[in-house]
């Protein structure tokens, strides 16, 4: 199932930066300082995280779970993006929580959106 997927991935996301603080202030504040980092993290590892969600999507839209109006490459940024802004605002809330909790809600937003 896609959206089981996602959710995996998402969580797995979420979990890997939740279980460690310092690394997660690594990942989302001090190494987006290098643009020599950001531009090598892009090239590989990055493009092979953004490849399986945009697969996930894919395979989504090929099997009629997801709109085929939507290019999935974009909409991997997307929710990547979605994750991403999680990380960054449990770094900052003074709000103790545990981060991969959110991966659910995140993607069940990102399928469902705000449509009744």
């Given at each position: 199932d896609p959206v089981d ?5 998402a969580r797995?996301?979420l979990?890997r ?7 997660a ?10 643009t020599k980092f950001?531009e090598q993290l892009?090239s590989s590892q990055?493009?092979?995280y953004?490849?399986q969600?945009?697969d ?8 009629g779970v ?7 490459t974009?909409?991997?940024k ?6 991403d802004?999680m990380?960054t605002?449990?770094i900052?809330s003074?709000r103790r929580?545990?981060?991969a909790?959110e ?14």
């Open positions: 997927r996602l959710r995996c991935l797995l996301h979990q930066l939740g279980r460690d603080r310092d690394l202030v690594v990942f989302q504040v001090e190494l987006r300082q290098s950001m892009s990055f493009r092979t953004l490849g969600l945009r996930a999507i894919a395979e989504g839209q090929a099997s997801f709109t085929t109006t939507v290019n999935p974009l909409a991997a997307a929710l990547f993006g979605a994750l802004e990380a605002n449990w900052l003074r929580y545990d981060l909790s991966a659910d809600a995140v993607v069940n937003l990102f399928v469902n959106g705000l449509v009744t």
